[in-house]
C-alpha cells in the first residue's frame, strides 16, 4: 500500500505541477479587438454575472473574503464592456425557498427575499444597473431556469458569452457547461469565455472543516481544476480581459 500511494502522490505531484504551469499561461485578451470584433459587434455579447450576492461577498455564512474582492474588479469590467457598446448583462442569483433541498449541502443561505440575496452594491450602484437583467435561480445551475432559457432563445444572435462570479467550481462552472453543452448538442457555433481573474472560489482548510463536521475545500486547487476542466471541454480559460 505505501509504494502504490508513493506512485500515486509522484503522479499527481508531476499533473499538478503541469497544471500550475497552465494556469499561470492563461493569456490576456483585449476585449474589443479579440472578443468583440470575431463575434460581429457588441451585440453578440453577453454577459452572464453569477451569484455575486451580499450572501457569499460580505454576510451570511457562505460568505468568503475572496468572493468579496470580485466585486470592484467585476464592476470595473462591466464599465468596460458597457463603454465598449455591451448591453446584454444578466445576473444570475440564488434565491432559494426556505425548505430549499439544497441545504442539505449547504448551510441556509441566499433566500428569496432576505438581504442575503441582494445583488451586491457594487453592482447596483452602476449607472447602467437598471439595464441588467436579474435571473433568480433556486439551484447551483441557472441553466435549468425556464427565464434562462427564454431569454436565450429570444436572442439568438448572442453566440459569445463571458461567464464572471462565483464559486468557479459550483455555480459558474455550471454556467458555463450548460452553455458549452447546449452548442455541442445543437451543432451552435458559440464561444464561451471564462477570465480567471474574475471567477474565484471560497477556502476551507482541512483542520477547520473538521472542527465544524464540513467537507474541506482546497480554494486554490479547485480553482485551477476546475477551468482546467472547463478549457478541456471546450470553454475559452483566459487570464483576464482587457479594454
Not at 499527481?12 to 490576456?28: H, M
Not at 476585449?31 to 450576492?53: C, I, K, S, Y
Not at 436572442?155 to 464559486?167: Q, Y
Not at 455555480?171 to 457555433?189: E, K
Request: hydrophobic share 50%.
Amino acid at each position: 500500500m505505501d509504494d502504490l500511494l508513493a506512485t500515486l502522490a509522484d503522479a499527481r505531484g508531476a499533473f499538478l505541477s503541469w497544471l500550475d504551469g497552465w494556469y499561470a499561461a492563461r493569456e490576456a485578451v483585449s476585449l474589443r479587438h479579440d472578443l468583440l470584433a470575431p463575434a460581429g459587434g457588441a451585440e453578440n455579447v453577453a454577459v452572464l454575472v453569477v451569484d455575486l450576492l451580499v450572501g457569499f461577498c460580505s454576510e451570511g455564512p457562505l460568505a468568503s473574503p475572496r468572493m468579496g474582492a470580485l466585486g470592484p474588479k467585476t464592476a470595473g469590467f462591466l464599465r468596460s464592456a458597457h463603454a465598449a457598446g455591451l448591453r446584454h448583462f444578466l445576473l444570475a442569483a440564488d434565491a432559494h425557498p426556505p425548505d430549499s433541498p439544497e441545504f442539505a449541502s449547504f448551510p441556509p443561505h441566499c433566500i428569496a427575499g432576505t438581504r442575503e440575496a441582494e445583488v451586491i452594491p457594487e453592482l447596483t450602484e452602476l449607472p447602467f444597473a437598471a439595464e441588467m437583467i436579474t435571473i433568480s435561480k433556486r439551484s447551483l445551475a441557472v441553466g435549468l431556469e425556464e427565464e434562462f432559457q427564454r431569454w436565450r432563445q429570444t436572442h439568438p444572435e448572442v453566440r459569445t458569452w463571458i461567464i464572471l462570479g462565483d464559486c468557479t467550481d459550483l455555480c459558474v462552472y455550471h454556467a458555463a457547461m450548460y452553455l458549452r453543452l447546449c452548442a455541442n448538442a445543437s451543432g451552435q457555433d458559440v464561444r464561451v469565455i471564462v477570465p480567471a481573474n474574475l471567477v474565484d472560489t471560497y477556502d476551507l482548510p482541512v483542520a477547520t472543516a473538521l472542527q465544524i463536521g464540513a467537507l474541506p475545500h482546497d480554494a486554490e486547487l479547485l480553482q485551477r481544476l476546475f477551468l482546467y476542466h472547463l478549457a478541456l471541454n471546450g470553454v475559452r480559460v483566459v487570464r483576464e480581459i482587457a479594454d
